[in-house]
């Protein structure tokens, strides 16, 4: 009886959470004609959103090919460090991390679907002592920064599909 009970449960659950559209994060319905990209970011300059970019869409089964019908260019990325909120001494005690992302995406014919876009993040985060974990939590804030920025990307790559 307990078993029964406890895989109806689980089935009711399964359906609501179906019903009600949950995706996991960073996962997207993709059109056919978007399952595959080639992923331009110009190899002389060190890139930190290329793992997240290539991760994102492969988690969504779009193929980063060369000879695609879609270019997705990265032109540049930045993350700066500014202090936020200081003391009387002029110590920093907040500080903002903001990330920004510009990106092209263009046709099999050249033409730019999405013309020198500009994506943007920021995260907060307090000035701790101690340096480690300052540092850490910095390093941690920067990757997150970088996956919301590559999803950022993603979604305007896939709001394409309203124009296919």
Do not use: W
Not at 13 to 34: E, M, Q
Not at 51 to 77: C, D, F, K, M, Q
Not at 111 to 130: G, P, Q
Request: negative net charge.
């Amino acid at each position: 009886m307990r078993t029964l009970r406890s895989s109806l449960l689980m089935l009711i659950t399964a359906t609501v959470i179906s019903a009600c559209g949950f995706h996991p994060v960073g996962s997207y319905d993709v059109p056919a004609a978007l399952r595959q990209v080639e992923l331009i970011i110009p190899e002389e300059r060190p890139s930190n959103i290329r793992p997240h970019l290539n991760n994102l869409l492969a988690l969504n089964g779009i193929e980063v090919t060369s000879g695609a019908s879609y270019r997705l260019e990265i032109h540049s990325e930045r993350v700066r460090r500014r202090a936020l909120t200081l003391t009387l001494n002029a110590d920093a005690v907040e500080y903002e991390l903001i990330g920004s992302v510009r990106f092209s995406v263009f046709d099999a014919e050249d033409k730019a679907l999405i013309d020198d876009r500009e994506v943007r993040a920021e995260r907060v985060f307090n000035n701790d002592d101690n340096t480690t974990a300052r540092n850490t939590l910095e390093d941690q804030l920067r990757t997150g920064l970088q996956e919301q920025l590559a999803q950022q990307i993603v979604r305007q790559y896939l709001s394409l599909r309203s124009s296919l």
